[in-house]
């Protein structure tokens, strides 16, 4: 605009602002369909559901997603888990992302290791929620320090990303009184862990 508005545009200059413009809008425009896709109003019905079953789904889900190509998912579900109160097709949309996550991470590293583990238990610290873990062996973080940005929104690794899964999936589980949070592993890779409450 301010060039036209000189009189003296350059038709180049032009051309690449407006190229950038167009990514923007294209952006944009995906986050909010994003966001539409992972909050639709008929999902926000909070429910009791059987945390185990939701991650089964969800495997089962990338499974015939055609996405594994050759990984494998480990699952270690506790035993007689207490039901949580959450919305049943949020939680699956949010394990589902979590998977994809790990699995582009993995492919992108380029390393032997194939698995990601998937676990659901008691949280050590508070026995009125419960606790799912993700964790790959894919390129994790260089520094530390960008652990505290992977939840906020924007935020990306990936060249086609958005930047705003982990941060729709961290405020979708604070909404149902939980919370996200992440982990450097030992080794490769990072661990997402997040909590839900169990039924009162």
């Not at 994003?34 to 909050?39: A, G, K, R, V």
């Not at 594994?68 to 480990?74: C, M, N, S």
Request: proline content about 4%; overall charge negative.
């Amino acid at each position: 605009k301010e060039l036209l508005e000189t009189g003296n545009p350059n038709p180049l200059k032009l051309s690449e602002i407006m190229s950038k413009c167009g990514q923007q809008a294209l952006r944009a425009g995906g986050v909010i369909r994003q966001l539409m896709t992972l909050l639709h109003k008929g999902e926000s019905v909070s429910e009791l559901i059987d945390l185990n079953i939701a991650v089964l789904e969800a495997v089962n889900f990338v499974k015939s997603d055609g996405q594994l190509d050759g990984f494998r998912i480990e699952q270690n579900l506790a035993t007689h888990l207490p039901l949580v109160q959450a919305n049943h097709l949020q939680v699956q949309k949010i394990l589902i992302n979590l998977l994809h996550n790990s699995l582009e991470s993995m492919r992108e590293s380029g390393g032997e290791a194939r698995t990601i583990s998937l676990s659901t238990r008691i949280a050590a610290d508070n026995p009125t929620m419960a606790q799912v873990s993700v964790s790959d062996s894919g390129k994790g973080v260089a520094d530390t320090a960008m652990l505290k940005t992977i939840f906020q929104p924007f935020y990306t690794t990936k060249p086609n990303g958005l930047g705003m899964g982990l941060a729709i999936s961290r405020s979708l589980i604070e909404a149902h009184n939980g919370k996200m949070w992440v982990e450097q592993n030992i080794g490769p890779g990072i661990t997402i862990h997040f909590t839900l409450p169990f039924e009162i």
